[in-house]
């Protein structure tokens, strides 16, 4: 086979590859996180399809565009429909009410991203018993969450190497296929995947943000962190 030939072939092989492994992905919202995850997931093959309360708005249509080939905006259900991937990038107190609007979610892989952050005078707390991603899993028992993407800010996401080295996401779920897929995303994004074990552990992971936050805007000394995976 002359080399002409063997180069075709392996540009055909690496198609099919890339579209046997190319799933949708709904993100729900439009904001920081959506905004950080949407070209990102875009860029390693993935079809977008954003969940927006107004799909038509200039900022929905801006971020199809930035969302590579096949990208659309609908309505939150709809693109849930639309999805094998559901990402949760929505505020972290009204999660339980989201997920129940957006229809059968059995079989399908949920994403979530959110913390659930409330302020209470001077203080933030975390503001469920459990934690978004049980309440979400509580919600749709057939899906399987995977918490993630919580722990860092949308920025760090879309540039780890702002840091200062590798970053770190850890990963809690009781599905370990869809912790292995959801491994594959974040590490596609230059970021490495720390499997923490079940659902139960998103209550610990949801509470990193607290501790931080409430040095960063109380009276004591703030800092930052990024979780390094040990080599
Ligand atoms: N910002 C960060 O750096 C960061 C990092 C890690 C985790 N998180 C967590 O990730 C989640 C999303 O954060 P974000 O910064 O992307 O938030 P955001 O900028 O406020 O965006 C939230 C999106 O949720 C959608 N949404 C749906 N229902 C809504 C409602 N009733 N009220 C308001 N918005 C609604 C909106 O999209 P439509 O208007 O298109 O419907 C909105 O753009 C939060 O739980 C946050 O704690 C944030």
């Known amino acids: 086979m002359t080399a002409r030939k063997l180069l075709s072939l392996s540009v055909i092989l690496s198609l099919l590859l890339s579209t046997a492994s190319a799933e949708t992905i709904a993100i ?22 954003y969940g927006s309360r107004t799909p038509d708005s200039d900022k929905a249509r801006e971020l199809v565009a930035r ?37 059968d979610l059995s079989g399908k892989i949920i994403i979530d991203p959110t913390n659930p952050l409330q302020r209470k005078t001077l203080t933030f707390h975390h503001a469920v018993e459990t ?8 919600v749709a028992p057939d899906a399987h969450v995977v918490k993630a993407f919580n722990t860092l800010n949308w920025k ?28 594959k995303l974040v590490e596609g994004m230059g970021l490495d995947a720390i499997d923490v074990g079940g659902i139960e552990n998103a209550h610990w992971v949801e509470g990193m943000l607290i501790l931080w936050i409430n ?8 800092f930052d962190y990024h979780l390094r995976k040990t080599k």
């Open 28 to 49: 729900i919202g439009t904001g920081d996180v959506a905004t950080a995850l949407g070209p990102e997931f875009a860029d390693q093959g993935h079809e977008i399809v």
């Open 215 to 222: 040095n960063r805007y109380g009276t004591r000394e703030s």
């Open 156 to 183: 760090t996401m879309i540039d780890p190497d702002s840091s200062g080295g590798p970053v770190s996401i850890p990963l809690a779920g009781d599905s370990r296929s869809a912790k292995r897929t959801v491994a």
């Open 67 to 103: 969302s590579g080939e096949g990208a659309s905006a609908t309505s939150p259900g709809e693109a849930a429909k639309a999805a094998d991937i559901v990402v949760l990038a929505v505020p972290g107190l009204m999660v339980r009410e989201i997920t129940a609007g957006l229809g």
């Open 131 to 138: 934690s978004n991603a049980q309440i979400i899993q509580e």
